[in-house]
């Protein structure tokens, strides 16, 4: 379980909860939740949470890496569920673990549709690749917002703040983090 791994790594480097919160850029209270499985980390979440403990991030994907080819059929896709049982997320999307490598993270995200006034930003380190396969998604890096459709593709430096929705209903598309 996600959150048994988290707090067993955190107290296995004799951090408290305050501490790695604080490296991490968090509040204590999120990573309470996250550690006792009340709330499901963002991909940028668990992106922070693998440099601070210095782990590989499929270490909380649950992707083996240490091969020389990864192969994930899409039976064996995990869905990590960011929604509440009851209503809309606050950051407005769920994601599948792809294969994933040595610093290249794979996902297949589907982003609900959100209002402008309800957007969520994240700011993490690495660089990020989206390819939209269906619907229409907006991206915003700071102030500059785009909306994408099928076929189109973005990159970018996710060290600044970016959100992602779906505009006129839900979208999916693939996104690939790469690490430092």
Do not use: N, W
Not at 30 to 53: M, N, W, Y
Not at 137 to 164: F, I, M, N, R, W
């Amino acid at each position: 379980m996600l959150a048994k791994k988290i707090r067993e790594l955190r107290e296995a480097r004799g951090l408290s909860r305050e501490e790695l919160a604080g490296k991490m850029g968090v509040s204590p209270s999120l990573l309470a939740q996250v550690e006792e499985g009340k709330t499901v980390p963002s991909v940028a979440t668990l992106i922070h949470l693998s440099r601070c403990l210095d782990v590989p991030l499929r270490t909380f994907t649950g992707l083996e890496a240490e091969t020389r080819l990864v192969v994930v059929r899409a039976h064996e896709r995990r869905e990590v569920e960011r929604r509440p049982k009851v209503g809309p997320s606050k950051s407005g999307y769920h994601y599948q673990t792809l294969a994933s490598k040595e610093g290249i993270d794979a996902f297949y995200i589907i982003f609900e549709e959100k209002g402008e006034d309800e957007r969520v930003f994240f700011q993490h380190d690495g660089k990020e690749f989206l390819y939209v396969l269906e619907g229409r998604l907006e991206l915003c890096l700071d102030d500059q917002c785009v909306v994408l459709g099928p076929g189109d593709s973005a990159s970018y430096d996710s060290k600044y703040p970016h959100s992602l929705r779906g505009v006129g209903g839900p979208a999916r598309a693939v996104v690939v983090i790469y690490g430092e």
